[in-house]
Each structure stands twice: as structure tokens, then as C-alpha cells.
């Protein structure tokens, strides 16, 4: 099933920027994604990315500030996060399988997720 590491959490101040990375480790992902839960919310899809490159995004505000990309030859997933905003604070999960899907429970592996604070 492999393993997800997630890193480039932090605490920013609001318009700032922060670049996570998802590094798979024990075999590769056709599909990887970004999840993120806030305190007191559900769990929501950010984005997700296949091997060949091609990307969705769970909200237009979110295409408009994050991107998604994977280093295959790393077997890495990035999501780079500009102009940040209070809003944006929640725990960041990686996620990762066999199939395209936005169902957390349908992916095979998940990180332990790396907390992004955004200050006002």
C-alpha cells in the first residue's frame, strides 16, 4: 500500500505562502490528492493530480491560489499555497491510490497531516 509523509506545514500570516510536499514511499500512486480539515469541519478534497499531470481543484478560489504537481522521478505530490487566508487553516492530508476520486475513504494510503495555521 505504501506510505505518505507530508512536510512544509507552518504558521504564516495572511497573503503569505507555503508549499507542502507528500512523499510516497514503497511503491508509486497513479492518483494523489490534498485534503484539509479545519477544526469543527469535515474533511474536504482540495485537489488531486494523475501520473500524467492532469489536475482538479475542489473550488475555483482554490485554482485561483493553490496548484498541485508531483515530481513522478521523486514520487512526490506539491501543493503550493499563495496569497493564503484565515480560511485556509486546517490540518493537510495527504492521499493517494489506484483510482481518481475526491471519497477519502476510497484512496489506499493517507499522511498523518501537517498543520497550516494562517494568522489574520
Known amino acids: 500500500q505504501g506510505r505518505l509523509e507530508e512536510s512544509g506545514g507552518g504558521l504564516v500570516q495572511a497573503g503569505g505562502s507555503l508549499r507542502l510536499s507528500c512523499a510516497a514511499s514503497?511503491?508509486?500512486?497513479?492518483?494523489m490528492a490534498w485534503f484539509r480539515q479545519a477544526p469543527g469541519k469535515e474533511r474536504e478534497f482540495v485537489a488531486g493530480?494523475?501520473?500524467?499531470?492532469?489536475?482538479?481543484y475542489s473550488q475555483d478560489s482554490v485554482k485561483g491560489r493553490f496548484t498541485i504537481s508531483r515530481d513522478n522521478a521523486k514520487n512526490t505530490a506539491y501543493l503550493q499555497m499563495n496569497s493564503l487566508k484565515p480560511e485556509d487553516t486546517a490540518v493537510y492530508y495527504c492521499a493517494a491510490g489506484s483510482r481518481t476520486t475526491r471519497a477519502w475513504a476510497d484512496f489506499a494510503s493517507w499522511g498523518q497531516g501537517t498543520q497550516v495555521t494562517v494568522s489574520s
Open positions: 493530480i494523475l501520473w500524467s499531470g492532469v489536475f482538479t
Open positions: 514503497g511503491r508509486t500512486f497513479s492518483f
